[in-house]
């Protein structure tokens, strides 16, 4: 009888371990999920503490509902979603915000892929490594998960029908400022290669770029961040943000007249009122209209079109 008791002990400690261990967060069934990092992620702590949603019931609601607060990623990864229809071979690599410190996973990741999927667009939504892991170069680690996830997206672009040449970026706040970042820092990785996706650019083919912080020095007269410096290969770029936003409308503001002095083609749209952190959850305000003005961004760009499909050339 103790022996079985002991045994029954066992098995119980172990599920409950097995339950402990299971992410906070993970993607519906049905989507493909690949670890960004096959050997560990470069710098990796040797006991990361477990993935955690950090919302509480004292959190704010956005246009009403609730949002998973993602905490303590160590082992980031990427997943795919792609279109039912209408696949245009288009795709973005989407970076939710939280300030380098967690990651609104389902209102600035999840729900953004349901809006591209819908517009014949492939999702690529990463879960890069969070707290501590930015602003670059304060810390250097989203920054490599942003180039990996790039390159691992082109190394699949025939498996996973999307046109290498049409694949790009779209982040929120902390996760606008490592969308920016990648634009301007891409011509080298971060990290020693450790397969062919590294081989492969990480440019982006374009940028979306929302209510972005880090980008002006508030402290500095919201002087441009030098450690953003924008190049005439920079990509082209979709900025929008609300002039209330508490995180200074000066960040939009700033890139895009960088983008401009570098003769880079890029679309500003400033909204009166909105704040911050609503990602693309419709209210009353015309600030959360933003994402059908990026789809006409995209056609103007060529991105999208009538003509646009994983086997067509880049426009």
Known sequence: MPNRLLILATVVGFSASLFAQKPAWQPAPGHLTLPLWPNGAPGAPPNPLPEVDTTTAKDNLIAGKPLIRLGNVST???????????????????????GYRILAIDLEGTELCDWLNSAGIACVLVKYRVPDSGPYPKSSAALQDAQRAVGIARAHAGEWHIDPRRIGVLGFSAGAHLAAALSTHFDQRLYDPIDAADGLSCRPDFAVIVYPGYLALADKDFAPNPDIHVAAQTPPSFIVQAENDPVHVEN?????LALKNAKVPAELHIYAEGGHGY???????????WPLSVETWLRTIKILSDLAGPDSPAK
């Open 76 to 98: 980031p990864t990427l997943t795919l979603y792609t279109p039912r229809s209408n696949n245009t071979g288009a795709a973005v690599v989407v970076f939710p915000g939280g």
């Open 252 to 256: 939009a503001v700033v890139y895009f």
């Open 279 to 289: 990602g693309l959850r419709r209210t009353a305000l015309p600030v959360t209209t």
